[in-house]
């Protein structure tokens, strides 16, 4: 069964990525080099991750942060988990600010973690990306972008491209001098020539989504 090591080589996937697309060769000349993420080096609790996310989902993150800083208060622990959450009743956390829906999701991800269907690192390490997703998507609240941040970001998978992303569509756009954002079927051909580096490709573009777009509102790294 293959392991799958946290992060990659950062300047392999440069050398890669120039070659195999000239095009966005051009713009990462442009852009400068890009450091590994630190992320990739430290553990996390998946469950507390995927509270977080839910969370966060739909607000700022200075609204979502006030939120989470009243939870953990509530069930006095800054680890969000099946355990923690288990100690406040659904008023005490819907008094914390959290919606409706947020708390079934909350819920729901909490009875995944007891029944033993959300993987831990350790289980993550020897799964194939298409796994994770699907088992952590089964969550309710829980979409493909999601667990496709975790996998980029915490987990430092290298060949990740999350093609419904508006702000990689919209760098792919550039990149090729298109009228329009490539849709995410097309973009997924388009990616093909970027493995086993897709995910430091994503990188760069977003980055070139919003290059030189000055005062203007970032491109939002999602689907909304």
Partial sequence: MPRYRRGFDVDAARRHLRRADPALGQWMRRIGP???DPRWRKRFDVVDALAR???YQQLSGKAAATIVGRVETAIDSTLLHAETLSRVDDDGIRACGVSGNKL????????HAERGDIPDLRRMSVMHEDDI???LTAVRGIGRWTV???LMFR???????PIDDLGIRKGAQRV???DAMPAPKALLERGERWGPYRTYASIYLWRIADFDAGAKKPTPRSQE
């Fill in 53 to 55: 996310a839910i969370l």
């Fill in 34 to 36: 890009i450091s590994a």
């Fill in 104 to 111: 079934k999701a909350l819920r729901d991800l909490c009875a």
């Fill in 148 to 150: 496709e941040m975790m």
């Fill in 155 to 161: 987990l430092g998978r290298p060949d990740v491209l």
């Fill in 133 to 135: 997703i699907d088992a």
């Fill in 176 to 178: 090729d001098e298109a």
